[in-house]
C-alpha cells in the first residue's frame, strides 16, 4: 500500500480487469464478424471491423501499464499528518 492509501497490487488487477474485458469484447466482436460474414452481411461486418480496430487501440493504449504504476508509485511523494 502507498503512503496515501492506494493499493498498487488492487491498482494492477483493475486495469488488468479492463485489458482482460477489452480482449474478450475484441474475440466476441471477431466471432460475430465471421457470422455475418457467412451471410453476406456488409454493413454490420463493417461497424464490427471498425469496433475491433477502436479495441485493438484501447489495449495498445494499456500497454506497459504494470510498468507505469510502478513508475508512477515510485514518484509520488509521502503524505504526513499534521
Known sequence: MHDIGMNMGQLE???RQID???QLA????HAL????ENYDMER???KLEAAMDALDAARAALDGY???I???HNSVGSVRLV
Open 13 to 15: 488487477m483493475s486495469v
Open 20 to 22: 482482460d474485458s477489452i
Open 26 to 29: 475484441r474475440e466476441w466482436s
Open 33 to 36: 464478424l465471421h457470422a455475418t
Open 44 to 46: 454490420i461486418g463493417a
Open 66 to 68: 504494470a510498468g507505469a
Open 70 to 72: 510502478e513508475a508512477d
